[in-house]
């Protein structure tokens, strides 16, 4: 899977979770004072079509700020799905890139503190634009704005509108799990459930699932969601899910089935599981040995009333026995 990811034919857009902790409006707010509304646009457009929408974009900073608007295509470099910046003229292979069907205007801004301005975003799309979906950023950049990274090297802030252009068609629709894993073997809870999802499809997709546990009656222990994300096409993106219970025992199966694309589609995984308190089994079991033992100890050692009783029985006879004997001796 990683060689797919490697393939330069293979340049994609960029994922959802760039909004989670580059473009939601807090972080924005942090880093270069902006916002831009929406976060996302879906568009859906036949080829040769010409689609108009308008965005915005917000200095939420208490100082002007001159900005330019461009558009980019991303590629996404590993299962995390961290976005990377094309740079122009390293598109012309980029199967999903739809950053050349997009033109913005006015190009360049200037906003006051607080100010909310619009824009205008015209999408033409090709006559010969595959089916499927195509992948584009919006970006505002501030002027003579710069931040250094850890390494001490300049980057150029900014914040922009991710666009999801689907063209319809026969478009491919195709996911598996690549993997869904747990430790085999655990003396208690939490249980810690890591899995991969890769998407073969044209299309971007969000996985809408669960991972079901059951004990080895059969009863359903527990029932843990997906985070819904989108993976895009032919990448793959991790999941990740916990079992919050501490007392567990025994053999335990675990289901993935996460729902995909427009047709009903599923993946699915499972897996098995143990789960065995061993340390305290064996305390157990030497307590009981233990209070066994005892129990026999002191049985042994005390004698009952009962035989008592039985014992002088056994001498009174003894004693009749010999006089019995003596006075036959005698006659």
């Known amino acids: 899977m990683n060689k797919l990811i490697k393939i330069p034919f293979f340049f994609f857009g960029f994922v959802f979770c760039v909004l989670s902790f580059v473009f939601t409006r807090?972080?924005?707010?942090?880093s270069v004072g902006l916002s831009a509304i929406p976060p996302r646009l879906e568009i859906t457009g036949e080829p040769g079509k010409i689609i108009t929408k308008e965005i915005k974009v917000r200095n939420e900073s208490n100082t002007q700020k001159t900005i330019s608007t461009t558009s980019r295509d991303f590629i996404v470099v590993d299962d995390k799905g961290t976005p990377v910046q094309l740079e122009d003229g390293s598109v012309d292979q980029n199967r999903w890139a739809a950053s050349s069907w997009i033109q913005v205007s006015p190009t360049k801004l200037t906003l006051k503190p607080g100010e909310t301005r619009s824009l205008v975003l015209t999408l033409i799309v090709p006559e010969d634009a595959l089916p499927g979906g195509?992948?584009?950023m919006i970006?505002?950049?501030?002027n003579n704005e710069i931040t250094l990274d850890q390494?001490?090297?300049?980057?150029?802030?900014?914040?922009g509108?991710?666009?999801?252009v689907t063209v319809p068609g026969d478009i491919k629709q195709d996911a598996t799990v690549t993997k869904f894993t747990a430790p085999s073997f655990s003396e208690y809870g939490p249980i810690n459930f890591d899995a991969t999802i890769a998407n073969f499809s044209d299309i971007h997709i969000t996985p809408v699932g669960s991972i079901i546990v059951k004990n080895w009656f059969g009863g359903k222990t527990s029932q843990l969601a997906l985070n819904e994300t989108n993976i895009f096409p032919y990448t793959t993106r991790d999941f990740a899910s916990t079992l919050e219970k501490k007392w567990l025992f025994g053999r335990y199966t675990a289901q993935l089935s996460?729902?995909?694309?427009t047709s009903g589609q599923v993946a699915t995984a499972a897996i098995i599981f143990w789960v065995l308190p061993w340390r305290l089994m064996l305390m157990v079991l030497a307590a009981i040995i233990?209070?066994?033992?005892?129990?026999?100890?002191?049985?042994n050692r005390k004698p009952t009333k009962g035989s008592d009783t039985q014992n002088n029985q056994i001498d009174d006879l003894e004693k009749e026995l010999e006089a019995l004997k003596k006075k036959y001796q005698d006659k």
């Open 26 to 30: 807090s972080a924005l707010a942090q």
């Open 134 to 136: 195509h992948y584009a």
């Open 139 to 142: 970006l505002h950049s501030p």
């Open 161 to 164: 509108t991710l666009v999801y």
């Open 151 to 159: 390494t001490g090297a300049s980057i150029q802030t900014n914040v």
């Open 290 to 299: 233990i209070i066994v033992t005892t129990i026999k100890i002191i049985t």
């Open 258 to 261: 996460a729902a995909y694309g």
